[in-house]
C-alpha cells in the first residue's frame, strides 16, 4: 500500500510514456545490429562484426574519442603529464573474443594516478563503437590522453565517466566496474547501457596494489582462481560476464591504502591478495580462505588520534559578503590570502562551517562535523582564494547557533590528518532577515 | 537464486513501468522521511519525493551500479532536488512537470500517511544529540550512506564516525527507555 497511491500512478504512466517514446524512435533508427544481423543472414560471417573483424585486425579506426575540454593544469585533477601514459601489458580476452581488455597508467600535473581501461588494438587504448557508443559505427575509437575526466570520480559522483580512477602515487588501488559497456565506452559516449542485453555488459575488476603484490585469488562461477599481478606495479585486470551475484565496492572502494596494506573489501570480488613482505610471501584476506596471512596492517598511532583533535591556527583575515534578496540571507563570498601554495592534489584549502556540538559532555574531545567546501585548484601563496557558501545561516544546519554561523579557511594535506585553521570568522545574521527560505525572519 | 537488496533495487531500475512503480514503493517511506526530517512539512516531503522519483525516472539510463547501489542513487538526487529547492526558494518541479506529472492533491488522509513515518519520540531524541553525532547518524542509519562515504564527506576517519553513531545511538536508547 502507498502512501501516495497518486504519484506511484502517474509515476508508472510516465514510464510507460517514456518506454513507448523509446520504442517510436529505436524504429525510426536503423541500427547497426540489425544491418550487421541482414548481413549474417545473408551468408556474411559477420555475427558481431565489430569483433569478428577485430580479432583479424581489420577493425577500421575511427576517430579518437573527443578530448574533455574541461581539464585544467591547475584544477581537480590537472592535465595529463606528456610522456606520462604506459599501456600497461595486460591483455585481457573479452568472453566473446575481439579486441583485448587492456588498461594505462596516466600520470597528471597535479600529480595523480590515473588508470583507465579499454580496448586495445595494435598497442593503443580505446573504445568500441557498438551498441550506442559512437552510432554504432563499428569502428575502433582511439582514447587520447585528454578524455580523461576533469575531475576525480571518487569527488564528483555517480554521474562520471568511470572507465578512469585516479589517486595518488603510492596509494593501492581497487576498483571494479559492474555492467561495463562491451564497448568500453562510458558516460556520454554510450547509449543507456542500462537498457543493453546482459550479454553487451561485463563486470570488470582492476586494481593497482603496489610492488609488493604478487597475486589476486577471486571466485568464478563456483571456481577459486589466482591471477599473478603485473610485476613492478601490482596491477591486475579481470573481465567477466556481467552478473549480479558479486557486488561492486563503491566509488573504486578505498584507494587511500598504502601499498602493502591493501586487502579484499567485504563486498568485493577479490578474494584474497597474495604479497610478498619482508621476503616471505603472505596473503591479505579473510581468516578461512588465508592460510599465511600478512601482519595485521598498523592502525592509527595514538599520536596520529591525538592529533585528530590538534589543530594549527594562523588567526588570518577571513572577508565575507553576505547577499541578502528581499530580505533573505542566499549567500556569502568568501575570501582569505592564502599562507601555502597548491601546487598539487596532495594539499587544498577548503571553507568549513563547522556545526558545534549544542551539548558538548565535559571530558569528551569535541567531534567535527559540519559543511565543508573543497577549494579543487592550484594556488600561489599569496594569492587571494575565494568561495561562495550557500545559505550561512541555514537554520536546519545550525540549530544551536541562532542567527549565528562560525566559517574557518582549512588547509590540509590529504596524507595528514592534521589540519591548519588559516582563519575563522563568526557572523551575525542581519536583524530581520531570514536565514532559509522557510525560515522566519530574526528578532 | 537469492538476490540481495541493491541487486533487485539495480534490476528494478533496469526494468520497464511497472518496475519502476515497485522500486517506487520499495522506497516511498525512506524518501518520504528523508524529507520530513528535513523539512518538517508533508506536503514539502510529497512533492521533492515526486520531483526526485521523476528525475530518477528521466537519468536512469545513468544510474552505473558499479559506482553504488540503487538507493544511494535515489539519495543523491534527493539531496541535489531538496539542495536546489532551498537555494531556489522553492520546490523544484522541472523534471515532474516535463514527464507530464500532475501536482499532487494531498488530502488530510495522505498527509496523516505521510505524518506518521515521523517517529515523534525518536526523531526528538534523535534531535537531542549533539550534532556531530546526529549528523552521523542521519548520514549512516536513516541515509544508510557508507562509513567510508561519510568519513569522506565529514573529513574525518572511519573510526570516528563510527564511534559517533555508536555513541549516538547508545544516548537515543537510553533516551527512548527513558520515556518508556
Request: charged letters at 25%; aromatic letters at 6%; proline letters at 8%.
Amino acid at each position: 500500500m502507498s502512501r501516495l497511491p497518486e504519484l506511484h500512478q502517474q509515476l508508472v504512466r510516465a514510464a510507460r510514456d517514456q518506454e513507448a517514446q523509446e520504442r517510436e524512435l529505436a524504429r525510426l533508427r536503423i541500427p547497426a545490429r540489425r544491418l550487421l544481423l541482414a548481413l549474417s543472414f545473408m551468408g556474411v560471417v559477420l555475427a558481431s562484426a565489430t569483433i569478428a573483424l577485430a580479432t583479424s585486425g581489420l577493425i577500421p579506426i575511427g576517430s579518437p574519442v573527443p578530448p574533455n575540454h574541461r581539464l585544467r593544469a591547475g584544477v581537480g585533477l590537472g592535465l595529463p603529464e606528456p610522456g606520462s601514459s604506459r599501456l600497461l601489458p595486460l591483455r585481457v580476452s573479452d568472453p566473446e573474443g575481439g579486441l583485448p581488455w587492456g588498461m594505462r597508467i596516466i600520470r597528471t600535473s597535479r600529480e595523480e594516478v590515473c588508470l583507465q581501461v579499454g580496448r586495445v588494438r595494435n598497442s593503443e587504448l580505446g573504445v568500441l563503437g557498438v551498441d550506442g557508443a559512437f552510432k554504432d559505427d563499428g569502428e575502433f575509437h582511439p582514447l587520447p590522453l585528454d578524455s580523461l575526466p576533469a575531475h576525480p570520480p571518487e569527488i564528483v559522483g555517480f554521474f562520471v565517466d568511470a572507465t578512469t580512477s585516479c589517486f595518488l602515487p603510492g596509494q593501492a588501488f581497487v576498483g571494479s566496474r559492474i555492467a561495463m559497456h562491451v564497448s568500453a565506452a562510458e558516460g556520454s559516449l554510450a547509449e543507456r547501457p542500462q537498457t543493453s542485453p546482459r550479454r553487451d555488459l561485463r563486470n570488470v575488476y582492476f586494481g593497482l596494489l603496489g610492488p609488493q603484490a604478487v597475486s589476486v585469488a577471486y571466485e568464478q562461477e563456483g571456481t577459486q582462481r589466482t591471477q599473478a599481478v603485473l610485476p613492478g606495479t601490482g596491477t591486475y585486470l579481470i573481465v567477466q560476464p556481467f552478473s549480479t551475484e558479486s557486488s561492486a565496492p563503491s566509488l573504486g572502494g578505498g584507494g587511500s591504502t598504502t601499498f602493502g596494506q591493501m586487502g579484499p573489501g567485504r563486498r568485493e570480488l577479490l578474494t584474497s591478495i597474495t604479497y610478498r613482505l619482508h621476503g616471505r610471501l603472505c596473503e591479505r584476506g579473510p581468516a578461512n580462505v588465508t592460510a599465511h596471512p600478512c601482519p595485521p596492517s598498523p592502525g592509527p598511532s595514538h599520536r596520529e588520534l591525538t592529533q585528530l583533535h590538534e589543530r594549527r591556527r594562523l588567526h588570518m583575515p577571513l572577508h565575507v559578503h553576505l547577499q541578502i534578496d528581499n530580505g533573505l540571507v542566499t549567500g556569502a563570498d568568501v575570501s582569505f590570502r592564502a599562507p601555502y601554495a597548491i601546487d598539487s592534489a596532495r594539499h587544498y584549502y577548503s571553507v568549513f562551517l563547522p556545526e558545534p556540538e549544542c551539548h558538548p559532555r565535559p571530558g569528551i574531545p569535541p567531534m567535527e562535523a559540519g559543511d565543508s567546501i573543497a577549494i579543487d585548484h592550484d594556488v600561489s601563496s599569496g594569492q587571494v582564494v575565494s568561495t561562495h557558501i550557500v545559505y550561512p545561516f541555514l537554520p536546519l544546519r545550525r540549530q544551536c547557533m541562532k542567527g549565528r554561523t562560525t566559517i574557518e579557511a582549512v588547509y590540509q594535506e590529504v596524507d595528514g590528518p592534521q589540519r591548519t585553521i588559516v582563519g575563522k570568522i563568526t557572523l551575525r545574521q542581519p536583524p530581520g532577515t531570514r536565514g532559509g527560505p522557510h525560515a522566519k525572519p530574526l528578532r | 537464486m537469492h538476490l540481495t537488496d541493491d541487486e533487485q533495487d539495480a534490476g528494478l531500475l533496469a526494468g520497464g513501468p511497472e518496475e519502476f512503480g515497485r522500486l517506487y514503493l520499495r522506497h516511498e517511506d525512506a524518501m518520504l522521511g528523508y524529507f520530513l526530517r528535513r523539512t518538517r512539512s508533508a506536503e514539502l516531503a510529497a512533492d521533492l519525493t515526486a520531483e526526485t522519483f521523476a528525475q530518477a525516472l528521466q537519468g536512469r539510463g545513468s544510474f552505473d551500479p558499479s559506482l553504488g547501489s540503487a538507493r544511494g542513487w535515489l539519495f543523491g538526487i534527493a539531496k541535489h532536488v531538496l539542495s536546489e529547492s532551498v537555494r531556489r526558494g522553492r520546490v523544484q518541479d522541472s523534471v515532474r512537470r516535463r514527464l507530464g506529472l500532475e501536482r499532487l492533491e494531498l488530502d488530510d488522509d495522505a498527509l496523516a500517511r505521510i505524518d506518521q513515518l515521523t517517529g515523534a519520540q525518536a526523531s526528538a531524541a534523535l534531535e537531542d544529540l549533539p550534532e556531530s553525532q546526529r549528523t552521523a547518524i542521519e548520514g549512516r542509519v536513516l541515509d544508510e550512506e557508507g562509513y567510508d562515504e561519510l568519513a569522506a564527506r565529514l573529513r574525518c576517519s572511519n573510526s570516528v564516525i563510527r564511534q559517533r553513531v555508536s555513541r549516538g545511538l547508545r544516548m537515543m536508547h537510553d533516551r527512548l527507555a527513558g520515556l518508556a
